[in-house]
C-alpha cells in the first residue's frame, strides 16, 4: 500500500479534525499509567505512550453487552445496535493484530457475530508503531509488531521528520483522502529512516526471544502435563489474563428480567474459571486447574491456529506483566516453541 | 462514558431478520409437556421455527430471563412441531420443567453437524444409547422407519439404570412392528421387569447385523461411550462406521463463545456428532479413550 | 417539571412492621416514598443488602428494629446497631453521606413514631439530594 | 552471619532433607521479578529468594494443601493472617511450619505500562507495626535495613473511591490473591445474580467493593495481596484499614496479633452509642 | 416457568377511592413473570380465595391488609406456601396523603414481591417432627406430682423421675400449711399414692437425669437409676428387714433429728413404700437378707442406666435452702437451740422426733420462740439477694402452731417487711397472729448470743423505733431463703437450657412464656425456676402439664422457621457462632450444627456468612436482594 507522511505539528490538528466527525478514542495518561478511552483535548495524546494497560478490546467486545430485549407481551426481539463511527488512534500493532485474529474468528462464516460486526465496520483503527518496545514484549515472534500490526487501517511510525504514514486498507485510504492537505507522499529519506528503524527495532526484539512457530501446533502433546501442574499450583485462578488479553474472546451470556423486559447480556469470560465447561449436570471434561492452565496456552498456541488459520497471541505481553503469581506465557514458548 | 447513542431496532422475529444476529431465538409457544421418566420431560413446541434439519443436530433453547442452554432434537425432520426431552439439571432446564403449555420460550437453531445420513444408505444401522442420551437418536429412528426401504437392517440396543428411567417406551412397540431389532437393559432391575439386566455393553452383542458395513450411532454418558466404543471395536464393527454424539457446555451454538472448543474441534460446528477417529483427536477429558 | 423525591428503603422487623401497620391503621400519614421490606428480625438484614439498595437507587435505607431492652440478655438488635455503625464508617470513608443508613427503633405500638420520625428523614434526606449511584457509577465526571 | 537468604535455604533444606515438612511454599526468581514456589525436594531449596519484591502473601496457597505439612514463609502481616486463620478454623497449625523472616516492607509492583523508573515501598508497608510474624517456628532476621519509608503520606486525603471503583474490572484478583477468601462460592462473584451479575454491570461494582470490604472489616491484616494484585491499582487496603480502626476502637481487637483474643461478636455493649 | 398470580383486595370496595386499582393492574400486566392479576373484593373470606381456583404449586401475591389475618387462609386453609403477603390498606391506602401516592406505592411493593416470590423454590418442603406421646417429669415434688398426674390422667405415660427413694418433696416434710394450718402430708399423701395407682405414671425412684439428646418430640434421655439394694418388685414393704438391722441412721426425710434403721423406708406414706439400703452406714451384717421372706435384697446391686424416648420434659427439682453456717452471728450448728424452720417443722409434726412438743435440746419446754425471717435471701452477698417468697407466711404460720400446742407460748418475729399477700393470708394469717399476740419486730438482729443458762439472747436494732434491744428466747428460728440446689447447673447443662444469674432456670420469656425455657419442648415448674410456695409450684405442675398436652395433641411440630447451614458451602469459620445470641450453634467436630430447638429465627447467623451458607426460610439475599431491585426499578 501506499506510503504518506504527516508532520509532527500536524498530528494534533488531525487529531483535532478526527474528533469532529467521529467519536476519538485514544490513549493518555490517567492515575499514572495510560488508558484508552475518548479524547477532548489532543494535547492530552502523548507520542511516546508506553502500552495501555488494558488492551483496547473492550470498544469491540465490551466487557458486558445486551443481546436482545424480550417485550412479553408484544412479542417481539429488540436488539441494540450502536452505530457511531469510531476512530481507535494509536493502538499498538500488537492490539492492531488482535483485531484481525478476532475477526477471523468472531467473523467467520456462516454465522457471523453481528454485535462484533457491527462495532467494528463502524471503526477507524490507526496504529501508531512501537519504536521502543517494553521488556514484557514479544510480538516478534507472532510477526505483530512492533512496527506493523495486521488489523489496522492505517498504521503510523514516529520517525525523526514527522510520521510515516501507511494505509492499509481502503478505509484508511479514504481516510487520508478526506485530510488530504495534512498528509503528503512520504519521502525517500524518510522511508530509509523508516526501514532502518524496522530492521533494528526487529533485531532487538529477535535478541530476547526466537521462536519456532511450526513446532507450536504441537505443544499440546510435547509440553506435558508436568509444566501445566507446576504453573497451576501458583496459578490463583483469576480472570486477569483473560480479561487483559487483547484477543480473549470467548463469552459467556446471562438473562435476568428487568421492568417490563427479559434481557440477555454477554460479556467476558475466562477459561481459568472452574466453571468454564463444567455443565449442569455436574460433567466436566476440564476438571484440574492444569488442565484449564494447558487448554490456555494450547488454545492460543495451537487451538486457534488449527481452527482459524491465526495465532491466539500477539505477544503484546499483558499477561506476563499483570499476572499475580508471575505465569509466564514465554516459558511455553521458549521450551517448546 | 456513553461512546454510541444506541438506536432501536425492532424484529417482529421472522425468519429472514433472524440471519442478521445469530444470536437472537426465536419466540414459539409450547404446545405439549410429556412427563418421559420422573426426572425427563419432552416438550412439543410449535409451529417449527425453522424449515429443515438433520437428525442429530441440536438447538438452543431460550427461557426467557432465565437462559439459555443447547438440546437435542427429538423429533423427525418430517414432524410440523419440535420435541426436545429434558432432563432437570440445572435453572434452565428447572424453569422448562416447570413450564406448561402456552408459556412461550426462545429457539434458535439447527445447529451442529447431525448423524451421516448419506452414508447410511442401503446398510445395517445399530443405535445405541443410554439413558438421556437416547434423544439425539430417536428423530435419526424415526426418520430412518419413515423411509424403511432405503436402510438395510436397524437394531437398537438401549440401556438406562433402570426400568423407569427408559425414555419413549410408549413407542417401542410401534418401533418393533415397523422391524427395529430392539434390545433393552437397565443396571437395576425394578417392578415387573423381565428384561435384561445390566449395562449397554452386554447386549451389544445380540444383534445380528453385517458387522463390517454396518453404520452405528451412539450417545449416553461419557463414560458408557468409552465402553461401547470399546466394546464396538471387540465386536469388529468398523471404525470407519462408528458415530458417537457428544455433549458439551455451549453458549453461542455457533462456535463464536469458546466453551465448546476442544482441541481444533468446536463441539457445537464440528459435533456433537463425532466419527471414531475425530473423537481420537480431541483432548483428554473430552475424548472418550 | 418533575420533583424529585427520595426513594427510601425500610427494613422492618416483624414487631416494628407490625408498628408500621399501626400507622397506617391510626391515620397518620407519612411520605409515600418510603418501601418497606418485611423481614423476622433486623439481625437478619445483611449489611450488603443496604449496600445493594443504595446501589439500585435507593437515597437512604432505614433499619427499623426494637429497641434492646436494657436488662435483657439477648437482643438481635444489638448486632443491627453495631453493623448500622460499621456500615456508615465504611460509607463515609468512600464518599457517601452516612446518613444515608440509619437504624430507628420502632416497636409494635410506635406507628405515630415511625410516621413522624420518618417524615423528619425523608426532609433530611431531601436536604442531602439524590444518591444517583448509577449515575456516579457509569458516567465520566 | 549469613544473609537471610542463605539462612532461609538452608532452613528449607534440612526440613526437607529431614521431612519435617512434605514441600516449602516459598519465593522463586523469575523473569519478571519474583513469583511463588512449591519446594518439594531438598536440592531445589536453592531456588529460594527473599527481597523486597516477594510480596504475594502466600498465605493463600496454604489452602490447597490441607494434606499436607508445609512449610511456608511469611512476612509480618502474612503470620497476622495465619493466626486469624487458625482462629476461623481453616489451617492446622501443626501442619504447618511457620518460617517467619523479618520484613522491611515491599517494593510496589512495576506493572505493564507504567514507567519503570525508581522502586516505591507499598503504602500499606509505611504504616505496618509487625514487621515479625507473631507466630512462627523459625525466625530469620533480616540483615537488610529498612526500606526508607518515606513520611507516612497525609491519609486524611480523601480519594475518590466511587471512581477507582469504576476502573474495576471485577476480575477477582483481589479476592483470589486473598488469605482470607477461601469461601467455597464467593458471594460477589455472581454465582447467584443477587448482590451482583455473573457479567459485569459497571454500577454493581459499589456493591461489590462494598461487600467485600464488609467481608474483610475486623480480619483483613493488610498484607495489600489485593492492592498489589490489582490492575488497575485500587488502593484497597486503605480500605480495609479504614474498617479495622473501627473495630479498634469499639472493641480494641486488631486482627492476628493475638491468638488468644477471639474476634468481637459484633455486638454493642449497654450503654454504648453506635 | 417462574410465573405469578397477584391478588389485589379491594377490602369490601373500601379501597377504591384510595388506590387505583387499574391503573395498578395495568402496570403489572406489564411486567416479566406475572401472569394474571386480580382485583378480588374481600380476600379474608375463604370462600371470596376459595373461587380463584388457585393451585398449590402457584407462586402468590396477596396485596390486602396485614398478613396477620390473612397468612391463616393462604397457609393453612389452601396449603400454597408461596405466598408474599403486602400490606396495601395500612401502608398505602390509609398512610399515602393521596390515590396517586398510593398507586405509586402499590405498585412500586408488588414489583418487590414479585421478584421475591419467583426466588422462592417450588414447593417448600415443611418438615413436621414426630412426636413420642410420652413425657419426662424430673421431680417428684409437689410440682412434679401434680404435672405427671395431670398428664397420665390425659392418657400419656409419663416417666417421673425422682432422686430421694420417695416422692413427696418438702412438702411431705412440712407439718401443716399456710395459711388454712391444713395437714401437710394429709393433703399430699393421697396424691402420691394416687400417683402410685396410676398405670400411666412410671415412677424411677433413686435416679438421676444424666444426658440428653434430640429435640421437640423426641428426646433421648439417659438415667442413672442408683442401687436400692432391694428389688422394688419383690419388697413389699413389710419392714421385717428394718426391724432386724443392727444400725442406725439419721434420717434425711427428718432432717436428721431422728434416726432410723440403715434398711429403711423414708416415711409412713412413701410413695413407692419400698425400702431402700443406705450403703454409707450398711454393715452388710446379712440380717435383713435372712428377714426377708421375698428374698429382695441384693447387697451387690449395682447403677444402671436406663435410656428414655420421650417428646417434652418437664423440669421440677425444687431447689434447696440457705445455708445458716454462712452467717456466723447466728452460731447456727454451734448453739443447740439456732434451728432452721425446716428443723423446726419436723420437730413440731406429731410424727417428728419429739412427738410435735417443742423442746429445747436440752429437754427443757420451749416457752419463748424468736423467728428470724430473711435469713439468706434479700440481703447483698448472701444468699439470693431476693425474697425468698414463702417464709413471712411459713413463719407466720409456724407461730400460730406453737401457740395452738401451747397457749402461754411468746413468739416474736424480726422481720424486715412482711410480706402476706395471698388468697387468706390477711385474715387467716396475718390477723389472727396479731389477735394471737405474736409480736412482730422490725429488725434483722446483729447478733444471737448465748447466756449462761443455755438461753439464746437475740442483739437487734429496732429499725421503727430506733432502739437497740435484747431478747431472751428459748429457740430461735431461721427462715431460710431459698437457693438454686447445687446440681441444678449441671441438669441444665444435661438439658441444653440456660440458668439465670441467681442460677435457678431461665424461663424463654418471664412475662410471656414463664413454663418455658430456651430449649422448646422442655418446661419449667416449681422452685426451681425462683422462689414459690406450694400453690404456686402445683398451678405450675398442671399448667406446665397443659402444655406438653396441648404439644401432645397436635398431629405433629410444625417448628417456626430455624436457621439451616448449607454443609456443602460451610467452610467452619465460625462467624455464625460469635452471632448467635441465644448459643444455638454449636461446632460439633468439624462441622457447625444449628440446635433446632434452641434457634429462635431471628436470623444474626444469616447476615453474619459471608457466603451465605446459612439459609433461613426466605430471608437471605437471593430472595431479600431482587425484592429490593423490584422495588426501586422505575
Known sequence: MKMFSIREENLKVFLRELSLKHVLIAPFKRDGYFEFDVLRNPDDFNVNYTNTRLSPKRFFMPQRQLVFKHYPRKGFTEELKENSSVVLFGIRPCDASALSVLDNVLLNPPHKDALYENRRKNAIVVSLSCTKPMTECFCNVFETGPIRGTGEDLTFTHTSKGFVVEARTQKGIAVIGEFGELFREADGEMLNEYNKLIREVLDEMGSRLKVDKTRLIGIEKEAGEEFFQLNAQRCIECSLCSFACPLCYCFETEDYWEKDSYVRFRGWDTCISPLFTKMASGLDPRVTKADRLCHRFCHKLSRIPLTFNAYGCVGCGRCVSLCPAGIDIREVLRKWG | MRLTMPSRNRHKGGVEEMGLNPYIPKPVKIIRVKDETPDTKTITIGPKPFDEFTPGQFAMVTVYGVGEAPFSICSPPSDNNLQFSIRKMGSVTTAIHEASPGDEIGVRGPYGRGWPLGEMRNRDILLVGGGIGFAPLRPLLLHLLENRNKYGRIAVCYGARSPSLLMYRDEFEEWMKQGVDLYLTVDVGEGDWKGNVGVVTTILDKPSLNKAETIVCTCGPPVMIKFVLKKLVELEYSKENIYASLESKMRCGVGKCGHCHFGSKHVCIDGPVFKYDEMATLPKGMSPF | MVVWKPKIIAFTCWCSSSGVDQAGFEGFKYPANVLTVRVPCSAIVNPSLVVKALQEGADAVLLTACKPVELRKIAPSRITEARVSLLRRLLNTVGVEEDRVRILWISSNEGGIFASEVSRIVEEVEKLGPLNLRGKMIEQP | MSSPETELRRLARSLLEKKAVDLVIGYEKSEAGVRPCFISEPNEAERLVWNPDCRLSLVRYLRGFKEKRVGIIVKGCDGRAIVELIKENQLDRRSTFIIAVECNGVYKPVKYGSSKLGRQIAEYCEKCEVRISPIRDHLIKSDVKALERPSPKNDGE????????????????????????????????????????????????????????????????????????????????????????????????????????????????????? | MRRTTVLLCTCGSTLLDKIDFDKVRNELSKKPLVSRVEVVDGLCKSSVVKNLSLKPSERIIVAACSSRFLEAVFKSLLSISNVEFVNIREQCAWACENKEDASLKTIRLLSGSINKVVRIGLPKSHEDLKIVREALVIGGGIAGVRCALDIADAGYRVYLVEKEPSLGGVMAQLDKTFPTLDCSICIEGPLLSETGRNKNIVIIPNSEVVSVRGMVGDFRVLVRVNPAYVDPEKCNGCGECANVCPVYQPNKYDVNLKPVKAIYCPFAQAVPLKYVINKDYCIECGLCMNACTRAAINLEDKPKMLELNVGAIVVAVGSDLFDPRLKPEYHYGEYDNVITNMEFERIICASGPTGGVLLRRDGKPAKRVAFIQCVGSRESGQGIEECSYYCCAASMKEARLILEHDREAKVFIFYNELRAFGKGWEDLLYRRCLED?????????????????????????????????????????????????????????????????????????????????????????????????????????????????????????KLPETAKILENKCTGCGRCILMCQYGAIIRDGEKIRVLESICNGCGACVSSCPQEAVVLGDWGIEQLAPQISGMLGD
Open chain 4, 158 to 274: 480523601p480519594l475518590d473511591w466511587l471512581s477507582l471503583f469504576r476502573k474495576c474490572l471485577r476480575c477477582m484478583a483481589c479476592v483470589r490473591s486473598c488469605p482470607f477468601c477461601y469461601c467455597t462460592e464467593c458471594s460477589i462473584e455472581g454465582f447467584k445474580p443477587a448482590l451482583v451479575h455473573k457479567l459485569v454491570d459497571p454500577v454493581e461494582l459499589f456493591t461489590f467493593h462494598l461487600t467485600r470490604a464488609l467481608h474483610m472489616a475486623g480480619r483483613c491484616v493488610e498484607c495489600g495481596a489485593c492492592e498489589s494484585s490489582c490492575p488497575v491499582e485500587i488502593p484497597l487496603t486503605r480500605l480495609y484499614h479504614e474498617l479495622n480502626e473501627w473495630f479498634r476502637e469499639k472493641y480494641g481487637y486488631v486482627p492476628g496479633v493475638n491468638l488468644e483474643q477471639a474476634p468481637p461478636p459484633l455486638v454493642f455493649k449497654e450503654g454504648e452509642k453506635p
Open chain 5, 437 to 557: 399476740g405474736i409480736v412482730f419486730i422490725r429488725s434483722r438482729p446483729s447478733e444471737i448470743k448465748r447466756s449462761l443458762n443455755g438461753n439464746l439472747i437475740i442483739v437487734y436494732e429496732d429499725t421503727l423505733t430506733g432502739k437497740r434491744g435484747e431478747l431472751e428466747v428459748d429457740i430461735v428460728v431461721l427462715a431460710l431463703g431459698f437457693k438454686p440446689s447445687e446440681k441444678l447447673a449441671k441438669l441444665a447443662a444435661a438439658l441444653g437450657i440456660s440458668v439465670d444469674d441467681k442460677g435457678f432456670i431461665e424461663e424463654a420469656h418471664a412475662k410471656v412464656k414463664p413454663l418455658e425455657t430456651r430449649v422448646r419442648g422442655i418446661y419449667v415448674a416449681g422452685t426451681c425456676h425462683g422462689p414459690r410456695d406450694i400453690v404456686e409450684s402445683a398451678v405450675e405442675g398442671s399448667a406446665a402439664a397443659a402444655l406438653v398436652i396441648s404439644l401432645f395433641r397436635g398431629e405433629s411440630i
